[in-house]
């Protein structure tokens, strides 16, 4: 069956196109718009789908607590029946990517299951409050288990065929593109498109430079996914650019990595920066939420100064978050331009532009567009696409990134990561394209938030 | 012959000792660390206003932050 499905869709991406938009689609289908009693309010919005992907809770010091709650807590859960849902879901979803693969049923649900335990696992890890609240997210967890597994007893030969990590990787991202809003990009109005939108391709741009032509780096796919995750918004950008230029596992890991040090320390920094210079908390606010990496992390150091300042920084970060989708577009374009299956850099044609074009990557875009303009189009209130995204395919995304990164850990080999560990020159490009996002972010911040939109911004806050 | 096949057992061994010594590392540092670091006041207090504002700091996208929707 597997070369009958090949037949008919001769690249995998374009099953996972297909399956993705399926399962959005699907997924659209849980959610009941009720009409308002009276017949004039705007009426509410249920999703049948909310609670049923397993989310794992914050814990202390009892891991239990990351499933099911204990008498007299304060909130009642237990997210035993939301796993065994996600498992199945999860497991159906993948299926015909193994399929298409030709690994047989009895290894694929071997696998699967020993990959969404070693994720619950994972999930579990990264639920301890000190680490979440640290922003050391699932990913780096996920990767640890399988670092440790594959590099102690090994990976069993049947199970081999179950890494596959990359497939997992973007069909998330098919799922990630709805989360990809445009309406977002006015929550902030004119300064917040500057501060987000402007700087943020400048630093992308010539950090890739800066590493390529001063740094003289080897690998310019290493050199992308640290520009892209420093300069847009951490694991997620590393994430998507890493699949777009078909970066190495080793180079995605070593960036997230050190994207996730790097914004522990900035989290709990730069708020001190602004109060020990007295910086205006709106203008601060607004820096950090240009330069800190991840997107809780940026709402993490906002709330340090206040809420206005949370609401700031976590509004120009969001915005900055929807560039992924550009930024994905734009550096497979690139990539498919520039390198082919030779890494040449020879004048090539449209077609072959196409077909090195990864396919999966206008799944991502498409959804992205159909997520962003359709519910418009179409009259549905907007509390259905938020609800969709955050309460079902949010949570399912995250679990295909958790278990691909365990098949990545799999089939890593600690050797091959501590190659980028001893090698400066990632660690240095990372560190200067930092630097640079800071100073040009705090130059924007203070001309946009503190000079030339200082009014409109209070007033805003006001409201 | 038998030589190679007793390496392969030693070594099968350690990597078996290296997994549990890994795992056994996991569960002191989540279960004990991790807990005793959470109970210091400077982080505590980090911990706790994250937690009284409702913030993810561990979201990677703007759709996993609580209250931005």
């Known amino acids: 069956m597997s070369d009958a499905l090949r037949r008919w869709i001769p690249h995998e991406d374009w099953l996972i196109v297909l399956v993705g938009s399926l399962v959005l689609i699907l997924c659209t289908q849980f959610v009941r718009i009720k009409p308002a009693e009276d017949g004039i309010g705007k009426g509410t919005v249920e999703n049948l789908g909310k609670g ?5 809770e914050q ?9 099911y709650s204990k008498p007299g807590a304060k909130k009642s859960y237990n997210q035993g029946w939301p796993l065994a849902w996600t498992f199945c879901v999860v497991s159906l979803i993948v299926a015909p990517l193994a399929k298409y693969k030709g690994i047989r049923p009895s290894e694929y649900f071997v696998g699967i299951a020993v990959l969404f335990l070693l994720g619950t696992l994972a999930f579990m890890m990264a639920g301890q409050e000190v680490i979440k609240q640290y922003n050391f997210e699932y990913v780096l967890w996920a990767l640890l288990l399988g670092l440790l597994i594959s590099n102690t007893v090994g990976v069993p030969k049947f199970f081999r065929p179950m890494l596959m990590g990359d497939s997992l990787i973007k069909l998330g991202l098919v799922l990630f593109g709805a989360e990809v809003l445009f309406g977002k990009l006015v929550a902030l109005g004119v300064p917040g498109i500057f501060t987000s939108w402007v700087v943020t391709p400048i630093v992308l741009i010539t950090t890739y430079w800066f590493g390529q032509r001063v740094l003289k780096m080897d690998s310019p796919s290493l050199n992308m996914v640290i520009s892209a995750d420093m300069s847009v918004c951490g694991v997620s950008a590393a994430i998507a650019t890493g699949a777009a230029c078909r970066a190495k596992r080793e180079e995605v890991s070593y960036a997230i990595g050190v994207s996730l040090l790097f914004t522990a320390i900035m989290m709990v920094v730069q708020p001190r920066i602004v109060l020990w210079t007295g910086m205006d908390k709106i203008v601060g606010a607004a820096w950090m939420g240009g330069t800190i990496d991840s997107t809780g992390a940026v709402a993490a150091a906002g709330a340090a100064l ?18 992924i989708g550009v930024i994905a577009f734009g550096v497979a374009t690139y990539w498919s331009m520039r390198f082919g299956d030779s ?30 303009f359709l519910p418009g189009v179409l009259g549905v209130p907007t509390g259905v ?4 995204t955050k309460d079902v395919t949010g949570p399912m995304r995250m679990w295909l990134f958790c278990l ?18 001893k090698e400066g020159k990632p660690l240095l490009l990372y560190l200067i394209g930092q630097a640079w996002s800071m100073l040009l972010s705090l130059a924007m911040a203070t001309l946009m938030f503190g000079y030339l939109y200082a009014d409109r911004i209070q007033e805003m806050m006001k409201k | 012959m038998r030589e190679g096949s007793s390496q392969e057992k030693n ?3 350690s990597g078996w000792l290296g997994l549990l010594l890994g795992f056994a590392a996991i569960l ?42």
Not at chain 1, 59 to 67: F, H, L, M, N, V
């Open chain 1, 52 to 56: 049923k992907v397993a989310k794992l």
């Open chain 1, 59 to 67: 814990w202390g010091s009892d891991p239990t607590d990351a499933i």
């Open chain 1, 306 to 323: 206040g809420k206005e300042a949370e609401t700031v920084a976590s509004a120009v970060k969001m915005i900055q978050n929807v560039l």
């Open chain 1, 343 to 372: 890494s040449g850099s020879e004048r090539i044609g449209v077609g072959e532009i196409w077909k090195r074009f990864p396919k999966f990557v206008l799944g991502f875009i498409g959804a992205s567009l159909a997520f962003s």
């Open chain 1, 385 to 388: 696409v938020d609800t969709v």
């Open chain 1, 404 to 421: 691909a990164f365990v098949a990545f850990g799999l089939e890593t080999n600690f050797r091959e990561l501590g190659k980028y560990l």
């Open chain 2, 11 to 13: 070594s099968r061994l």
């Open chain 2, 28 to 69: 002191w540092v989540w279960l004990v660390v991790l807990p005793g670091l959470g109970r210091w006041e400077v982080v505590r207090e980090h911990v706790d206003l994250l937690d009284r504002s409702n913030i993810n700091a561990g979201a990677m996208f703007y759709t996993e932050v609580e209250n931005q929707r």
